[in-house]
């Protein structure tokens, strides 16, 4: 059963509308995972899991829900009692700006705080930088007027080139 439930302008759309436009969305953007959620129970406990994350992040950064989108990280994997798991890439986009920001969980702090992921100026590999909690968090690292201190992992020699400076020695 489908609602005819049309809206006269964006800003007004409805439930049903903004729900068929998220969905719509997930599938624009190649998410397999949405397409595959009901697949398995693993599926979809994979599926509401990240559905939670982008929903704490959204709420930290204050942010719309929609503009968070949690994927497989290519680079990084886990270790589980059942193998190994690709980590979440967690993806901020500024609907304002369409600039985006890429995290990690922070596990000291699983769905309380996050790594911004970003470029070392040392050696332009990515690696994760700084911790965040919340926007002032980020504002705070954002901030040139700041003196934000990296976080422990920002100095990993294993994230950054053989003769970066900023990479701790093994």
Known sequence: MHSNNTATTQTALGLADR????????RDKGIGEFTRRHDTPEQWNRW???????RNVAAA????????TVTD????????????????????????????????TDFTGPGESWFVLDRCPGCEAEVPVV????????????????????????????????????????
């Open 61 to 68: 950064l204050q942010m719309p829900a929609d503009s968070v």
């Open 48 to 54: 509401a899991r990240r559905a939670r994350v982008a």
């Open 19 to 26: 729900a068929v436009l998220a969905a719509r969305t997930m």
């Open 73 to 104: 990280d290519p680079d990084r994997q886990y270790r589980t009692r059942n193998g190994n798991v690709p980590g979440d890439l967690i993806t901020v986009t500024d609907p304002a700006t369409a600039r985006q920001w890429r995290l990690l």
């Open 131 to 170: 911790r965040i909690a919340c926007l002032a968090d980020l504002g705070d690292y954002l901030d040139p007027d700041s003196d934000v201190v990296p976080a422990d992992e920002a100095r990993d020699a294993s994230l950054h080139e053989a003769d970066c400076v900023l990479a701790l020695p093994n």
